[in-house]
């Protein structure tokens, strides 16, 4: 079993700058892909970046790319997010999840998931 705990979300303007954490119980960390997805009010959830075991990162490039850097460090079980450039759209409940074979950018593959962290961006 596998727990996956965020943290970092909160409030920032425009512009601002916030870095998600999501840290990982499991001695297999550093084999699984992990990944970050977000839901804002009314909205289905939407593929945001993973990275796989070898570090190599995907994002999606409509939204967020160029903006956000998924990155993760096997030594202490913990994937990060790190959101540059915020905008109001930005806003949306930002999840983590992990997979121990392959996980697809609809979510499909990924075993584990967090409670999820707020992230809100004002204009």
């Known amino acids: 079993q596998v727990q996956l705990v965020e943290s970092g979300g909160g409030l920032v303007q425009a512009g601002g700058s916030l870095r998600l954490s999501c840290a990982a119980s499991g001695r297999t960390f550093s084999s699984y892909r992990m990944a970050w997805f977000r839901q804002a009010p009314g909205k289905e959830r939407e593929f945001v970046a993973a990275?796989?075991?070898?570090?190599?990162?995907?994002y999606d490039a409509d939204s967020v790319k160029g903006r956000f850097t998924i990155s993760r460090d096997n030594a202490k079980n913990t994937v990060y997010l790190q959101m540059n450039s915020l905008k109001p759209e930005d806003t949306a409940v930002y999840s983590c999840a992990a997979s121990t074979s392959y996980g697809g950018r609809n979510g499909i593959g990924y075993e584990y998931w967090g409670q999820g962290t707020q992230v809100t961006v004002s204009s």
């Open positions: 990275i796989d075991w070898r570090g190599i990162s995907t």
